[in-house]
């Protein structure tokens, strides 16, 4: 029952609806006891030789009145206990979605896709089926089973009630028994579907690599031993489940055994009378669905109890990025200073960051090259707090980025990453992503200063055009165009390009480069690229090297100096000689 307790802030919540729920409920439990009463009294009718039509037209009336209320409240609880389920059912929903679009991306990188949907699909419904079909079979079962025994053992014997009673005590050792088995497999079971969604996930979106790589025989493998693994596992649990009604028939059947044997003997001693027997059998009858209910309580509460605890561990992950109770609700703007003493990822030994001062003052542009895993992409992301726990400061405006609030800075902020993510949309409402109502003009002039509006337009649809998922049926340089319009768009104070320009050609480079220096006047501009050619205009380059600055200044200024800037600066110059075929010379 330890679920309940754990769901009791929403039970708390929509008290109402369930206390309406819970007294229909018992309405028709206490209705359920009219049936069998009247059969017996109808049966010693019949054997006294009593019964005339107009009394027994009395009892059938009586029957249909049961009938009718007992349709009427089954109709509404069912509204007010399963309808509050599907409530519980939304509202956890929303709390994962909630705190997943609060979470970092720490939390994303030790977390699985397909884990995380599987808690907000499976795992929610087994806790839906216990705040549902739980509250229903616990409360049915208890009041059915403690009414009939009252009314069996007060109206007709309480020595043949103690006697039927017996095995009773069997069943709850055995059910108790059987939920600790069934708690315990169920786990593993929604362990290994979270594994196989996972995996169903993965290899749907990285379907074009399996193939190029032809590795599908052995995905398909792969995928086939994740889905034997649930089976296996499910069937674990289905064994235990299928232990509940041959229990539960077999303490069922010896406790009827009992009821005909004793109760026999009781007629016979004129104890009771014939119509008592019958119905003390009919009632009798109406335990064997509070015995099974039992064995299906456990179930569900077992597998309710699983996928909660499963639940609350993620909504009990703590959000590493978040407001001070005293941040600023505005847009920040002004020059932009890196004060990073040193930045180490959680978990890990050796800092990505050290040292990493200068200032830029608002309207400029900054170049950061240097190799792959110098730290460009973490500085960054450090700047859209995006991961947090450095030493030192980041300041725009001369005050500290975590004095603003986390969404008014990052509407300030216009982030365009290496890797891009388009929707399952039209183009025209990936590039207005961030600003849905913006106007289709705006739309379309963001996507000529990227240099995709020609693309579009020769599109099918043009900019009404389904994408896929993923963007699946664009090229590399159509997505980061769009990506790009999406964030110019936006017109923010700061724009960062992550790479963003690698999968273009040198004269779409160039464009875009000429679009930015005419229509970001004023407004700062990040740029990181292994393409030199892509940030040699900017006012201040920075080139990195093992998290920190090992060379500072404009294109000119680096390229007088010595150094790796000015190496691979001539190395590229010459690669491109080479490929339009020419000579340096």
Known sequence: MKVFMDLKWFFKQEKRPYMVGILLLILVAMLELVPPKIIGIVVDSIKEGTLTGSLLLKWMMILTVAGILMYVARYFWRVMIFGSAYKLARQLRDMLYAHFTKMSQTFYQKKRVGDLMAH??????????????????????????????????????????????????????MTNWYGRLLHQRFSKAQEAFSALNDKTQESITGIKV??????????????????????????AVARVDALYDPTIAIIVGVSFFLSIAFGAK??????????????????????????????WLFNILERGRASYDRIRAILDEPVDVKDRPDALDQVPTGDLAFQIDGFTYPGEQQPVLKQIHFKLRRG?????????????????????????????????????????????????????????????????????FAMPDAAIEDVHHAAKLAKVDQDILQFTDGYETIVGERGVSLSGGQKQ???????LLMQPEVLILDDSLSAVDAKTEEGILASLRET??????????????????ADMILVLDEGEIAQMGTHDELMERDGWYKEMYLHQQLEAIVEKGGSHG
């Open 481 to 487: 165009r769009i990506s790009i319009a999406r964030s």
């Open 266 to 295: 009781f007629v016979i001693d004129g104890r009771i009378t014939i119509g008592e027997l019958v119905s003390f059998n009919a009632y009798l009858g109406l335990l064997v669905w509070p015995m099974l209910a039992f064995g």
């Open 210 to 235: 399996i193939k190029t790589f032809g590795q599908e025989k052995e995905d398909v493998e792969d995928f086939y031993d994740k889905s034997a693994d649930v089976v296996k596992k499910n069937l």
């Open 120 to 173: 907000a699909t499976n795992d929610i419904q087994a806790i839906q089926q216990t705040a549902g079909a739980g509250v229903l079979t616990l409360v049915d079962s208890l009041t059915i089973g403690v009414a009939v025994v009252v009314v069996m053992a007060a109206t007709i014997s309480w020595e043949l009630t103690l006697i039927c009673l017996i095995p009773m005590p069997f069943m709850a050792i």
């Open 520 to 537: 970001r006047a004023g407004k700062t501009t990040i740029i990181t690229a292994h393409r030199l050619s892509a940030i040699q205009h």
């Open 364 to 432: 400029e542009t900054l170049g950061i090259v240097g190799k792959t895993g110098a730290g460009k992409t973490t500085l960054l992301k450090l700047l859209i707090r995006e991961s947090e726990g450095f030493s030192g400061d980041i300041l725009i405006g001369e005050r500290p980025i975590d004095q603003y609030k986390l969404e008014r800075l990052r509407e300030a902020i216009g982030y365009v990453p290496q890797e891009h993510f388009l929707f399952s949309a039209t183009v025209a409402e990936n590039i207005s």
